[in-house]
C-alpha cells in the first residue's frame, strides 16, 4: 500500500465510494465471525482468504483495497473515509477527563482481602453454567497482594467496564471557566461530538461506560485499592463487531507486584470483578532511605506539608495511564474505549504552584490558597489522551482487525471527541499528553512554530527541561509532559497543536513534515495537520506564579551496582510457534527473539527470562528490519537508557530520563539498564503498537528468588468463569535463568 491511500478521499466519485463501502462491509463481516470465534484467524489464512501479514488476497468485492474499475491510473484506492455528517473542526470545547471518586476503603463491599476473594456465584450458563468466583484474580497466596499488611489500602475506588451510557456524574475537577465553559450538571451523551451519532452499547466499552475519559488521582503514601467490576455482556458475539468481554486492566507503569499489573494471563470475566491493589511506593523502598528521612522522598499533606515515604526520591513517578491487556485483544478492547490515565503527585510534583517549602518544583497546577486543595489542582495541569479513530456509515466505530501492519483511523480525537477547542488564559501551562492510538505515531508541533518546554518522558520528569519547537515522534503508550505559555499571545488569538507524523500504513512513519506543509491540508494521511485549538480567551486572575526549575528530579547513580546479566531482545516478522496451548499461546507474524534463540510468537506460558531479585541487568532491545518501527514497553520497573545503536552520544536529551517505552526506529537498537526490587511475580514485555502485540509481538519474564510465596518458575494462571487454574509453564527458554 505504499502508493495508495488507505482512505479514500471526500471527493473520490460516489460509485468508488459505494464499492469502497460494500468492499469494507464485506470484509467486517469475516471480522465480526472471528471476534465471534466462529472461525479463527488461522483458518483464514489456511484458507486462503487472508495473508499471514492479515491482508486480504486481492478479491475483488472483498478488499476496499482492490484496484477499482472505476478508478484510473491517478486516482488511489482505499477505504471509505469516516463521515462527518457535516461537522466541522473546533466546534466543540475539549472536556477536561472526569475524576474517578475517592472513596474511603471501607465502602467497597465486600471488604477487599489479601488473597482473591472466592465467595461464589452463579455462573450464567452462556458462560459455562455451575458456580465461580465472584472476584476473578487468580486465587491463593502465589497471587495475593505483595504487601497488602505492610501497605494497607487506605482509598477504595470502584470502576466498572461497560457499554456506553449518558454521563449524568461529569466531575472535570475544574470549575467550568477551565472547562472551556462546560457546564458539568449537563448530561454528557457518549458520541465524539454533539452532532454526531451515540456511540451505541456494543461499539463503545468504557471505564462506567461514559465519556469523558477518567482520571485516577493518588499520592505517594497512600496506597490505593481499585476494583474493575467487569459488567460487558455476557455473550462474546455481543461485541459490536470487534473486541471481548473478557479484560484485565495494566496501570502502565506501576510499580508493584505481578498480581496488580494486568498480566496478560490474567483475565476476568463479567460478572466478577478484580481488586488491583496500588501501593504507590518509590523504587527502592527496600534498601533505600529506609528510615524515610528524606524529605524530597514523599506525598503531598492534606495541611501543606509532606509525608516522608522510604525510598529513592530520584524514582518518582507523575503521569501514568492504565488500559486493558487481555491477550490478543488489547488493540481491540483499548480502542473501544477501554483507557485512563492516572496523576500521581508527590512531594516534588505538588499540583499546587504557591506552596514554596524548598521540595515542591512549583510546576503549572493552580494555586491551593485559591482552591483550598493542597495537593491534585488541576486548573493548569490538563490530561490529553490522543487517539485517531474510524467509523461506519451510520458513524459506530469500526476496527479492522485483519490489518497486522497496524490500525490507522482517519479521524483525530481529544479526549475522544473529534478535533475540539480549548480556551486558555496568558499564562503557562503543563500538559501531560498521552498517545492512546493503537499503531499510530505522532510528532507535535504548534502552528506558529513557537516553543514548547518538555518537562517528562513517559511518567517521569526528566533531569532538566528542553526547549522545542517540534516534540519527538510519540510513539504508541508514551507520555511526553510539555509546558506552553501562552502569555506571549494576546486575548483573541488562536494556535493549534498540529500531527507532523504521516503515516502510509501502520507499520512505521512514513515521513515527518514541515508545520507547513502539515497544515497545508495536500497530505494523504487525514490524521496529519491540526487537531487542537487553544483559544486565548482571558488574563489569569492571580499571576503566574508556577516555576520550570533548570533541575527537576536527577537519575539514579547506578555506577555502583554491578551488572548481573546481560540480554538480548530482537523484535521482528517470521515468528514460528513452538507450543500450543489453545488459552495461553497465539500463532502471529510478528515475534520476538530472545538472546540470539528463534524469533517465537507470543506464549503467556513460555518464560523468556528471570532476572534475579535484587540485581540490575542490562538489556539491548533490537529491531529486526528497516520497514518498521517498534515501541517497545517493559513492565514493572523504569529504565535509563545507555545508548542508542550503541552509542550514549546518539542517546537525546529528551530520552535521557527514565523511560518505560523504547521506540527502536526502524532498524535500530537501543541498551537500557533495569533493576529488580521490592516486589516480584511474572511480568511482560512487548510492542505497544498493540496490533503488533496482538498478532504475537509479546513475552513473559518474571523475577526469579523474590521470597515469599513466589515458586520458581511460576504456574501459569488459566482463567475460567467457574474459577482460574494453573498449569506448568509450557516452556522456558535456556536462557531464562542464567
Known amino acids: 500500500m505504499s502508493d495508495r491511500r488507505f482512505f479514500l478521499s471526500g471527493k473520490t466519485s460516489k460509485a468508488r465510494l459505494r464499492e469502497a463501502e460494500q468492499a469494507r462491509n464485506n470484509r467486517l463481516e469475516i471480522v ?56 466541522q473542526p473546533f466546534t466543540q470545547p475539549m472536556p477536561r477527563f472526569d475524576v474517578l471518586p475517592r472513596d474511603p476503603v471501607s465502602s467497597l463491599d465486600p471488604f477487599p482481602t489479601a488473597e482473591a476473594n472466592t465467595t461464589q456465584q452463579p455462573v450464567p450458563a452462556a458462560l459455562g453454567g455451575g458456580f465461580g468466583p465472584i472476584e476473578g484474580r487468580p486465587p491463593g497466596p502465589i497471587w495475593a497482594h505483595q504487601q497488602f499488611n505492610l501497605l494497607p489500602p487506605q482509598v ?81 458475539s455481543q461485541n459490536g463487531g470487534f473486541g471481548i468481554h473478557t479484560i484485565t486492566t495494566h496501570e502502565h507503569n506501576g510499580h508493584h507486584g505481578a498480581e496488580n499489573d494486568g498480566f496478560t494471563g490474567a483475565f476476568f470475566f463479567p ?197 522545542l519547537t517540534q516534540l519527538d515522534e510519540q510513539g504508541i503508550a508514551e507520555r511526553y509532559d510539555i509546558v506552553i505559555d501562552f502569555s506571549r499571545y494576546s486575548i483573541g488569538q488562536k494556535v493549534w497543536m498540529v500531527n507532523l507524523s504521516e503515516h502510509k500504513d501502520g507499520k512505521l512513519v512514513h515521513k515527518n513534515l514541515s508545520i507547513a506543509e502539515a497544515i497545508s491540508g495536500n497530505s494523504d494521511d487525514p490524521a496529519v495537520g491540526k487537531f487542537l485549538e487553544f483559544r486565548i480567551a482571558r488574563d489569569p486572575a492571580q499571576p503566574d506564579i508556577s516555576q520550570v526549575p533548570s533541575t527537576l528530579i536527577p537519575n539514579p547513580d547506578l555506577s555502583n551496582i554491578p551488572v548481573a546479566q546481560e540480554r538480548i531482545f530482537e523484535f521482528g516478522r517470521g515468528a514460528k510457534q513452538t507450543t500450543f496451548d489453545p488459552v495461553s499461546s497465539f500463532f502471529g507474524p510478528w515475534g520476538v527473539k530472545t538472546d540470539g534463540g528463534d524469533m517465537l510468537a507470543a506464549d503467556f506460558g513460555r518464560i523468556s527470562a528471570a532476572p534475579r531479585f535484587g540485581t540490575r541487568e542490562v538489556w539491548t532491545l533490537r529491531n529486526g528490519g528497516a520497514g518498521w518501527d517498534h515501541p517497545i514497553h517493559i513492565h514493572f520497573e523504569e529504565g535509563q537508557t545507555l545508548a542508542r545503536n550503541g552509542s550514549a552520544t546518539q542517546v537525546p536529551p529528551w530520552e535521557r530520563g527514565r523511560k518505560d517505552v ?77
Open 156 to 236: 477504595g475506588v470502584s470502576v466498572t467496564q461497560e457499554g456506553a451510557k449518558v454521563n449524568t456524574v461529569y466531575n472535570p475537577g475544574v470549575a467550568s471557566q477551565h472547562n472551556s465553559g462546560i457546564n458539568p450538571a449537563t448530561p454528557f451523551p457518549p458520541r465524539f461530538h454533539p452532532n454526531l451519532p451515540d456511540q451505541t452499547l456494543l461499539k463503545f466499552w468504557t471505564f462506567n461506560g461514559t465519556l469523558p475519559p477518567k482520571l485516577l488521582i493518588g499520592r505517594y503514601g497512600e496506597p490505593i485499592l481499585l476494583r474493575h467490576h467487569n459488567r460487558l455482556p455476557i455473550f462474546q
Open 662 to 738: 523504547w521506540r527502536l526506529l526502524p532498524g535500530g537498537s537501543v541498551t537500557i539498564t533495569l533493576q529488580f526490587r521490592d516486589f516480584g511475580g511474572m511480568f511482560m514485555e512487548h510492542c505497544h503498537n498493540t496490533v503488533h502485540e496482538d498478532n504475537a509481538m509479546l513475552l513473559r519474564w518474571e523475577i526469579n528468588g523474590a521470597g515469599g510465596a513466589h515458586l520458581n518458575p511460576l504456574p501459569t494462571p488459566i482463567p475460567t468463569p467457574q474459577g482460574v487454574n494453573f498449569m506448568d509453564p509450557t516452556d522456558i527458554l535456556p536462557t531464562a535463568f542464567p
Open 271 to 467: 460478572n466478577q470483578f478484580y481488586d488491583y491493589h496500588y501501593p504507590i511506593v518509590l523504587a527502592g523502598r527496600d534498601t533505600i532511605n529506609t528510615n524515610a528521612t528524606d524529605a524530597r522522598a514523599s506525598g503531598p499533606a492534606d495541611n501543606g506539608g509532606l509525608n516522608k515515604v522510604p525510598g529513592d526520591w530520584r524514582e518518582t513517578m507523575s503521569t501514568h495511564w492504565f488500559h486493558d491487556h487481555m491477550f490478543s485483544f488489547t488493540a481491540q478492547n483499548v480502542y473501544k474505549g477501554n483507557a485512563g490515565m492516572f496523576n500521581i503527585y508527590s512531594g516534588l510534583d505538588r499540583g499546587a504552584e504557591d506552596i514554596n517549602d524548598g521540595v515542591n518544583l512549583r510546576l503549572p497546577s493552580g494555586r491551593a490558597s485559591v482552591t483550598g486543595k493542597s495537593w491534585g489542582n488541576l486548573d493548569y495541569d490538563v490530561n490529553l489522551m490522543l487517539a485517531d479513530k474510524a467509523w461506519d456509515r451510520d458513524g459506530q466505530l469500526l476496527f479492522d482487525l485483519f490489518n497486522f501492519d497496524g490500525f490507522l483511523g482517519d479521524v483525530m480525537t481529544v479526549n475522544l471527541v473529534f478535533k475540539p477547542f480549548m480556551e486558555v488564559e496568558r499564562r503557562k501551562y503543563r500538559f501531560r499528553i498521552l498517545n492512546a492510538s493503537v499503531s499510530r505515531f505522532f510528532k507535535i508541533a504548534l502552528s506558529d512554530g513557537s516553543p514548547m518546554i518538555q518537562i517528562a518522558n513517559d511518567g517521569n520528569l526528566l533531569p532538566h527541561p528542553v526547549t
Open 32 to 87: 465480526k465471525a472471528c471476534s465471534h470465534k466462529q472461525v479463527s484467524r488461522r483458518e483464514l489464512i489456511k484458507w486462503g482468504i487472508i495473508s499471514g501479514t492479515g491482508l486480504l488476497f486481492p478479491i475483488n468485492g472483498l478488499s476496499p483495497f482492490v484496484r477499482s474499475a472505476f478508478a484510473d491510473s491517478n486516482i488511489p484506492t482505499g477505504a471509505p473515509p469516516s463521515p462527518l455528517f457535516g461537522v
